[in-house]
Nanobody, 117 residues
Framework: QVRLVESGGGLVQAGGSLRLSCAASGRTFSTYTVGWFRQTPGKEREFVASISWSGGHTTYSNSVKGRFTISRDSAKDTVYLQMNNLKPEDAARYYC??????????WGQGTQVTVSS
């Protein structure tokens, strides 16, 4: 069973950067698509970005395109989300999730990102 652990969240000023990490344990997730999602209280969980198992295909939400970059290091079994030019509206709890076939069915506990204006 794959387990996911996110890290790298914190407090940053608007315009700053953070890099989130999603590390797999228990079993490799090198054959999984991995996505990042975010959620604020009272709102639906929102898709942010995803990366294919090979790393060759990435997708982004329009709200983060051009500012965020998703990547993966298969040797470390880790997926990253580099977030640049952060805005107050990017503040949320960020989750990574893995999909072996169609649905994202493995989720981490999340890491909190706070952006001060």
């Amino acid at each position: 069973q794959v387990r996911l652990v996110e890290s790298g969240g914190g407090l940053v000023q608007a315009g700053g950067s953070l890099r989130l990490s999603c590390a797999a344990s228990g079993r490799t997730f090198s054959t999984y698509t991995v996505g990042w999602f975010r959620q604020t209280p009272g709102k639906e969980r929102e898709f942010v970005a995803s990366i294919s198992w090979s790393g060759g295909h990435t997708t982004y939400s329009n709200s983060v395109k051009g500012r965020f970059t998703i990547s993966r290091d298969s040797a470390k079994d880790t997926v990253y989300l580099q977030m640049n030019n952060l805005k107050p509206e990017d503040a949320a709890r960020y989750y990574c999730a893995a999909s072996e076939y169609e649905a994202y069915d493995i989720w981490g506990q999340g890491t909190q990102v706070t952006v001060s204006s």
